[in-house]
């Protein structure tokens, strides 16, 4: 009987492929191409194996190692998502604007729908570096090269959703208030001690949605953004030797730059971002920048208010506190 490699697709679903006949005859293939793209020489034979624990993450895409041995006798491996078409096709751009800063990758099936990707392993979360002002500097410096090389050239990316008026509702709404909402209906604890800031919790997303509308479209900070950085501590800025390398745009969207930044950056750290983003030729007054930093101040609390719901009822208030505290609640 030939092994078989079982690939999460959900609560539900699970895909089965014969290493013989899939992992051999497919992959081996497209991870040849990707090596080339890489620069790390032919491989021989290639083994899927799970992902570690812990790695999988909240969004439930299907993921699973694809393990390397290289013609040399090196070993390594390959990450392999199924994903959306606007982040494989994300990805595809970065890779080819050559900046390293995210994951090298390749596309299994067309820039369209859900499919197949695979991407260099940029390995496990590592600990924050101890001198956390040089390394925001990098980070800062990293987001500034991906937001430059997009800026103002959404009619190259008609794939990758915008950012609206329309979305930022969404956002506030379905994604958001109306979990909160719900939250208050279903749970009379919840509802006791967090019901009375319902309403204002509504205005302040109407207003956040109209000022993010209107900062979309004057159109001077539009770019492709991650849409999903989160603080120091979160998984998507990642380490690799020394360096930071930024993965998974399940979330990516053309938008203005400023909500990538922050979360992961103080407002007294504000300015750096700015910095970095006119060393690599942007044309951003530092006034507009901050401002528009201060407008996006608050989209942490929106993005991040059901995630902020799910920990409270494990007896986790802290983060749910910190979107109150966001939009002054």
Known sequence: ???VVIVHLGKRQVLCMSVKDTINQEWLGLANRLSSRIGTGPIQSVQAVPMESGEVGYSGASLFRLRCHFADGRKGSFVCKRTSGQERAALERLTLQGRGITPVSICREPETGDGWILMEDVGNLQP???????????????????????????AEMPWLPRGDEEYWRHLTGALSVDHFARMCAEDPVFANQYGEK?????EAAEAFSLEMAKLYADGKANTLTHGDIQTPLGDHVRSQDGRPRIIDFGFCRYAPLFIDLVDYFSPDEWVLCWEEMENEGGDFGKSYFLKGCETASR?????????????W?????QRLQKCFRLLGL
């Open 128 to 154: 924050v570096p101890e001198n956390l002002a040089h390394w925001k500097r990098q980070v800062a410096r990293a987001l500034a090269g991906i937001h430059r090389d997009n800026l103002g050239r959404g």
């Open 299 to 311: 989209y942490p609390a929106f993005a991040y208010l059901f995630p902020a719901l799910m920990a």
């Open 313 to 317: 009822k494990r007896g986790e208030p």
């Open 198 to 202: 319902l309403p204002s919790l509504r």
């Open 1 to 3: 009987m030939e092994p």
